[in-house]
């Protein structure tokens, strides 16, 4: 559970600081995640 919340705030850390890249690889790691 923590590691999931990690890595949910660094997509969101990335998502702000690259944008259209960490929507890409936000859509990345749910596939992966939802596997």
Not at 7 to 27: D, F, N, P
């Amino acid at each position: 559970m923590g590691r999931n919340r990690f890595a949910i705030e660094v997509a969101v850390g990335v998502l702000l600081s690259a944008g259209g890249w960490g929507t890409y690889l936000m859509k990345l790691y749910f596939k992966v995640y939802t596997m």
